[in-house]
């Protein structure tokens, strides 16, 4: 008797679990094309600290540092959670010497229950300048890895749904996006994703395009000084889908104090989430930055989850990046 109420506990926990995982990815859509498919989505992960690693959310940030730019990040989502998702992140990106031309790489990692994805993009941005700041246009290309392994899911009785795993989607994509920034104000917007991919009756993947899949990421901000030791970053980011469905994804109202360029304290309102989220970041020193931040849901997730917890670290090579001459965008 005890061994089954340990299994129903455990199941009741894995199920919530898988619940929420589909929340937080997206569940399969039924495709628009053929009835006899469903749409494969791994959905675009979320993080609290994209704005000091503009790469994640936009291709044309790519080499706006002036430097070579090395940032890696940790991300657990909804703390105490079973199968909650793990992400983590790693991006390189710099200018060529002429400052105009510009590449990357972005490779970002997932866990969610018991799928795994991976997911590796290059960039290439092109700068040009203008009379008081800069305009970049960049492209990506990559392929979405994503693979799952069901036989750690415990059952009351065997089930062989669950004895063999799904074969692995590998799904190549392009985005591209545009960008500015000037020592004010930055304002972008990207589609990180051109293409869509739907599993067919015959169990194979097949790749499509749909205006009504694209999502736009605007991102945009400024700097206001109040004196050179106090500065204050207010920004906005937000996630529009052309599908009436559902087209405001994410919305973000962030600000940033500014403590002598070495300490920075803010925090968001993630709107559609009701997510309250805290940060606090240190410029050590001119190239080496770390940032922690936290996430905590006041509405609808407040009673399954405790928060989620977010750690970031960047470093930058070379002599552009000085203490005479930060960068905020």
């Not at 983590?88 to 105009?100: C, E, I, Y």
């Not at 304002?187 to 990180?192: F, H, L, T």
């Amino acid at each position: 008797m005890g061994r089954i109420v340990t299994l129903l506990s455990k199941e009741k926990k894995c199920r919530l679990g898988a619940i929420l995982v589909f929340i937080f990815m997206g569940a399969s859509l039924p495709g628009q094309a053929e009835p006899d498919s469903s749409s494969i989505s791994l959905a675009y992960p979320v993080y609290s600290q994209y704005l000091q690693n503009g790469l994640v959310i936009n291709p044309a940030y790519t080499g706006t540092r002036g430097a070579l730019s090395g940032f890696l990040s940790y991300r657990k989502q909804w703390l105490g959670t079973p199968g909650a998702p793990v992400l983590q992140s790693g991006s390189l990106h710099a200018p060529f010497k002429n400052d105009k031309v510009a590449l990357g790489i972005l490779a970002q990692f997932m866990q969610y229950g018991y799928t795994k994805s991976t997911s590796i993009y290059g960039s290439y941005a092109y700068h040009i300048r203008m009379a008081k700041g800069k305009l970049s246009f960049g492209l990506n290309a990559g392929v979405d890895i994503s693979n799952s392994d069901y036989s750690g899911i415990e059952t009351l009785q065997p089930d062989g749904v669950f004895l063999t795993n799904d074969d692995p989607y590998i799904l190549p994509n392009v985005g591209a996006g545009a960008y500015y920034f000037s020592n004010k104000i930055f304002a972008g917007i990207s589609v990180p994703q051109f293409m869509s991919y739907r599993k067919t009756s015959t169990n194979s993947v097949q790749a499509y395009h749909s205006f009504s899949d694209y999502d736009f990421i605007f991102s945009g901000g400024g700097l206001i000084t109040f004196a050179d030791f106090l500065k204050f970053k207010p920004s906005v980011l937000l996630r529009y889908s052309l599908d009436e469905a559902e087209q405001i994804k994410q919305f973000d109202i962030n600000g940033n104090f500014i403590l002598a360029d070495i300490i920075w304290v803010g925090g968001s309102w993630r709107t559609n989430e009701e997510v309250v989220v805290g940060i606090l970041q240190f410029q050590i020193n001119p190239q080496l930055m770390l940032g922690f931040s936290y996430d905590y849901p006041v509405g609808r997730m407040s009673s399954y989850s405790n928060g989620s917890a977010e750690f970031a670290l960047r470093y930058e090579f070379g002599s552009k990046v000085s203490a005479a001459n930060p960068r905020y965008f």
